[in-house]
């Protein structure tokens, strides 16, 4: 007698979630382990630059010192931005992975008691956690955003991102759809790879969202079109915008003074 299989199909294969509030299924809380994401901006103080040149290249040294060897740990992930030239308000950005937030603070702790950190402060610090997103099964059945795959390109552009809370009354065929077409659009921009991170209750944001690549002329591009999606009217905040350029610690610290 031949073998009968059951077959079902896999969670992550539906187009859309059709109880996101976990009233209906009664959803239990998912404690499996994520990365969380932190975007930590710095803005140096004048008042550095006119110190000895020596004490200035020691502090410098100091700090890039601590940095590097957080990026050398195996639980822990660093990437360094500059923003001098970019942006009036922040100088440059680390930005830092972990699956244990206190390492977060562990690593401040360690710059806080740098010379130079007396002289910096942090104008923006962003905090995320890694979610798979509920609107891509469709298109990626293996799902993504699991985990973060950073530094890809030579820059970043990154931004805390608001919805309308009007959007979270549609029902989820129609954000479906919209995300759909959201996706669409998106699709012929290879270059630009998103890094999307949740944080609802940790942070002030909802989002914050980072595209990795190389070619500035092609994420305006990206952004310019996605203005013209039907999504795009439910969103009530995404700015400040940053264009971070990818450099090592050492470099940022020439760029400073």
């Known amino acids: 007698m031949p073998e009968v299989r059951e077959l079902k199909e896999a969670a992550t294969r539906r ?5 996101p509030a976990g009233l209906v299924l009664d959803k239990t809380p998912d ?11 710095f803005k140096l103080d004048p008042a550095f630059r006119r110190l000895p040149k020596a004490e200035r290249e020691a502090a410098k040294a100091e700090f890039a010192e601590v940095v590097e060897a957080w990026a050398g740990r195996d639980d822990f992930i660093v990437r360094t931005y500059s923003l001098v030239g970019l942006r009036a308000d922040v ?24 010379a130079l950190m007396g002289y910096l402060t942090q104008p923006y610090s962003f905090l995320s956690m890694q979610k798979r997103s509920i609107y891509v099964d469709r298109y990626n059945p293996e799902g993504e955003g699991v985990e973060v795959q950073p530094g890809e390109g030579e820059y970043l552009f990154v931004y805390p991102f608001i919805k309308k809370r009007e959007w979270y009354k549609l029902s989820p065929h129609t954000r479906q759809g919209m995300m759909d077409e959201h996706i669409y659009v998106s699709a012929p921009f290879t270059g630009v790879r998103l890094n999307t991170s949740y944080s609802y209750g940790i942070d002030d944001q909802e989002f914050v969202v980072a595209f990795d690549a190389n070619h500035p002329q092609e994420f305006v591009d990206l952004v310019h079109r996605l203005r013209f999606t039907e999504a795009s009217l439910y969103t009530l905040r995404d700015t400040p915008m940053f ?8 470099a940022i610290m020439e760029d400073l003074a």
């Open 243 to 250: 264009t971070c350029k990818k450099k090592a610690i050492g």
């Open 15 to 19: 187009m859309f979630d059709l109880d």
């Open 31 to 41: 404690r499996a382990r994520r990365q969380f994401l932190n975007y930590a901006f």
């Open 91 to 114: 100088d440059f950005m680390i930005w830092r992975i972990a699956f244990d937030p206190s390492l977060f603070q562990e690593m401040q702790a360690a710059l806080n008691k740098t």
